[in-house]
């Protein structure tokens, strides 16, 4: 019954591992986007400027707010821990 029951506690164990490792994989992946996002709107800036500079002056404040929003949820929702 002993050898059941650390069974159990091991599998219990694992099982929280492995929803903890889940959401950290969807935080980073969530920051992972928005930064894609970020960089393909910094890459697009110097054909975006020469066709319309007022256009890529609005774009760029919502890219930045949008990725520190991310950040800033996914710190919240891990409970304010940097993740490695």
């Not at 986007?33 to 975006?48: D, E, F, G, V, Y």
């Amino acid at each position: 019954m002993d050898r059941v029951t650390n069974l159990y506690l091991e599998n219990l164990c694992i099982m929280q591992e492995n929803e903890r490792l889940r959401k950290k994989a969807q935080l980073l992946d969530q920051e992972n986007k928005a930064l894609l996002a970020k960089l393909k709107l910094n890459n697009s800036k110097p054909s975006a400027a020469a066709a319309s500079p007022s256009s890529n002056q609005q774009q760029q404040p919502d890219a930045g707010a949008s990725s520190a929003s991310v950040v800033k949820a996914a710190a919240a929702s891990y409970g304010g821990k940097k993740l490695k």
